[in-house]
């Protein structure tokens, strides 16, 4: 059982979330929401279904990934009602769930019945979750204006879910550390994958996301999604995205490797990470977003002029001939939370000079975010570059000997805080 701090936090969270949906519910003229957990979909054709991870309004009352056809009903001045599905099934087991204080908040049903619970003392209700497991159902069906208003109560982070957080952090650094021990031993993208899980303790299917692990070439696929059995003949680099789902909130670290002898690989990872270091600590409330993605920018520019990869060209001509945008073609980052790529990000629409930007905002105290520069040599956005005017300010020999080790990303997960930010992943790695 997680210790009593977390526990406790638990219960101001209840409250919080509590004032803040009432809130909602009053602002949009309902006295009634009905929450889906929803459920994992018959793949087509099939009699398997998908792997099931929960709606994202449910985990965030209930950090319950895995039941399905689970109904949470919130209503004003009244505890929040959750059915739970729990069928005599001989073919699957059921899960258990932990007595915890939290339960207390709640008043609590098992149900062998897959429908909803009954709707007493709700005279307009709203019902939110997928559709296809909203049929039949009576009140207003995913209205649009009061989901963006529930999405809002999510960007700022109760203590109980920064406390998650960090634990997602820390249990997901301890299979960095075994991936990346794996890697330096000689082993494949495999059995790298199987180091973390090992680490990790929790499967692939119930991780937030799909592990990134880029050997070599493998590395320049910005989300890479197989694993190669093999052992490359060298292992030049590692490129690891991964992270842990805990009480259903997580993490998403990504750390680069060089492999043994790669001494000019290696300084760029070491210069592309003290640029994550000064973009980290830009953080802070009252940052703009987008400003952090330009100066990453900037940095990028800076790091190809010292390392000799770019010449003759200002970091500021780099930026505006589109020559940063080839080598870090992505975003500088995302909100984090029960999402991986948490919800109300973009109240605005992404500028052109950024148009792979997941968060548009400006930063505020609770928020979490990644942050995640990279630099990639990925032959589809080099190649324009080596087949125009711009190509005399390419270093190719070094470029070609750079390209077989894919490209590098470094990402941590950073709380804003009153006065600054807490950088959540450094924490984790001791």
């Known amino acids: ?95 258990e769930l932990a007595q915890e204080p939290w339960l207390e908040e709640f008043e609590l049903r098992f149900s062998e019945s897959r429908s909803t619970p009954e709707l007493s003392g709700v005279s307009q209700l709203a019902v939110i979750g997928d559709p296809s497991m909203l049929t039949d159902l009576p009140g207003d069906e995913n209205p649009g204006a009061l989901r963006a208003a529930l999405d809002e109560t999510r960007v700022h982070k109760t203590a109980y879910e920064i406390a998650c957080l960090a634990h997602a952090n820390k249990l997901a650094m301890a299979g960095h550390h075994a991936a990346r021990d794996a890697f330096l031993a000689g082993a494949s993208e495999f059995e790298i994958n199987l180091a973390y899980q090992r680490a990790t303790q929790q499967r692939e299917a119930d991780a937030p996301y799909h592990s990134i692990i880029g050997v070599n070439e493998h590395a320049g696929t910005l989300h890479y999604q197989y694993y190669d059995t093999a052992t490359p003949t060298k292992s030049r680099s590692l490129l690891m995205d991964a992270g842990v789902r805990y009480r259903g909130y997580c993490s998403d670290i990504t750390r680069t490797t060089a492999g043994v002898g790669e001494g000019r690989f290696a300084a760029l990872v070491q210069g592309l990470e003290q640029l994550q270091f000064r973009l980290c600590k830009m953080v802070a409330p009252g940052v703009d977003y987008v400003d952090i993605h330009r100066k990453t920018h900037l940095g990028i520019a800076a790091l190809l002029s010292a390392t000799e990869l770019v010449s003759g060209l200002s970091d500021e001509e780099m930026v505006a001939e589109g020559v940063t945008r080839a080598f870090f073609p992505h975003g500088i980052g995302h909100f984090l939370g029960v999402q991986v790529h948490d919800v109300a990000g973009k109240p605005v629409p992404s500028p052109a000079d950024a148009p792979f930007l997941r968060l548009m905002r400006t930063l505020e105290p609770g928020m979490v975010v990644t942050i995640e520069p990279g630099l990639y040599f990925i032959p589809s956005l080099l190649e324009p570059l080596l087949s125009g005017p711009l190509e005399r300010h390419i270093n190719r020999p070094l470029l070609d000997e750079l390209q077989g080790c894919g490209g590098i990303r470094i990402e941590d997960n950073v709380v804003v805080t009153d006065s600054g930010c807490r950088n959540l992943t450094r924490e984790s790695e001791g």
């Open 1 to 95: 059982m997680p210790d009593t701090d977390l526990l406790s936090l638990q219960i101001d969270h209840m409250g919080i979330l509590q004032s803040r949906y009432e809130q909602v519910l009053e602002d949009h003229g309902y006295d009634g929401l009905l929450i889906s957990s929803g459920a994992a979909p018959m793949r087509y054709g099939d009699d398997q279904s998908w792997h099931f991870q929960g709606y994202g309004p449910f985990l965030h009352w209930t950090g319950l990934a895995g039941f399905e056809h689970a109904w949470l009903l919130i209503r004003k001045g009244r505890k929040p009602l959750l059915s739970l599905y729990q069928p005599v099934d001989f073919w699957h087991a059921s899960l």
